[in-house]
């Protein structure tokens, strides 16, 4: 098998082997692929790996050879799964390595909204504590979150594990869920969560934490209307999507003091805009889509992708979109 690797510095940056895939066959792997570029370099391969390169019915027209996709990723809407599924090329995912990292991120913003620790060690390292008359000094109030309220919308396995979490914070967790509309309570090892109406959820919270798929049922699920119903003191989290939330409401609320805080891991338009509305605001922590990196995670991905492609090697389903 001929496999190319379209965009691998992500995963990869260089402190990782691609051993797992050079097991199945030969390998290029290129840092970064250019959309222009896509046709010309994964001509004459029948396996390729894509994390964010976009393989579209008129990229997949062009490479008659083209027997496998493997996205190194969870979701996968980088491909036409409907022209694979048509073609016969198979397209494979990685599902669910990056949960436990994505709800140790998710926890990390909500302890930096509550804590402040980056700005207390940025006031420390400016040398504001040698100068302090006080043996401490605070720059802004810092929130115990024992007995806080944290909303969760979505309660897939990064949520439940974020769930479980923040109860053994001392939190009461509820969830809003979407489809099970009959459910009433769900159980997230070892905690019960209640299941509550999306803004009677909204409306109790003192954080809200985002762990929903983006559909066009939760595409900016969070807007002017529903910050409207969340406390002026609330703090919101979003380690999942970066559409699920409109950005310039989220600017104009955290500028009008509406919003006590927003922390996000991912933004609307991967990498960030100049012009995004967010730069600037007050009481805002971001990181750069990084929930999914750790170096554990990263390598659990990669030996997942290749034990897909092994799979389809010798004619076994795992892991299958298509």
């Not at 979505?154 to 923040?166: D, M, P, S, T």
């Not at 996000?264 to 750069?288: F, H, K, Q, W, Y």
């Not at 389903?317 to 298509?322: A, E, F, G, Q």
Request: aromatic share 6%; charged share 20%; glycine share 8%.
């Amino acid at each position: 098998m001929r496999i190319v690797i379209l965009d691998g510095s992500a995963a990869n940056p260089g402190d990782l082997s691609w051993g797992p895939l050079e097991e199945v066959g030969e390998v290029v792997a290129y840092d970064i692929t250019a959309q222009e570029d896509v046709v010309e370099r994964t001509a004459g391969f029948d396996c390729a790996i894509t994390n964010k390169t976009v393989f579209d019915r008129k990229v997949l027209e062009q490479l008659p050879d083209l027997k496998y996709i493997g996205v190194l990723a969870t979701g996968y809407n980088v491909v036409d799964t409907g022209y694979c599924k048509e073609r016969g090329i198979a397209v494979t995912n990685v599902p669910e390595y990056s949960t436990f990292a994505t709800a140790q991120m998710t926890v990390a913003h909500i302890l930096e909204l509550a804590d402040k620790v980056g700005l207390h060690n940025g006031a420390v390292q400016n040398g504001e504590w040698v100068r302090s008359e006080q043996f401490c000094f605070f720059k802004a109030p810092i929130v115990e979150l024992c007995g806080k309220n944290l909303h969760i919308i979505g309660l897939g396995k990064i949520g439940r594990r974020v769930a479980a979490i923040c109860s053994a914070l001392g939190m009461n967790v509820t969830a809003t869920l979407h489809g099970d509309k009959g459910v009433k309570e769900v159980e997230c090892h070892g905690t019960h969560v209640k299941i509550l109406p999306l803004e009677e959820g909204l409306a109790g919270a003192d954080i809200v934490t985002l762990h929903c798929p983006l559909t066009d049922e939760t595409k900016e699920i969070i807007n002017s209307d529903t910050l409207s119903l969340m406390k002026d003191s609330a703090f919101l989290v979003n380690c999942a999507r970066g559409p699920l939330v409109n950005e310039a409401d989220v600017a104009n609320a955290l500028r009008n003091g509406s919003l006590a805080g927003y922390a996000a891991d991912v933004i609307s338009r991967e990498p960030m805009l100049p012009d995004n509305p967010l730069i600037g605001c007050p009481n805002l922590v971001l990181t750069p889509h990084i929930a999914w990196a750790p170096v554990e995670t990263r390598k659990r991905l990669i030996d997942v992708a290749a034990d897909n492609l092994k799979a389809f090697r010798d004619g076994k389903m795992l892991n299958r979109i298509v």
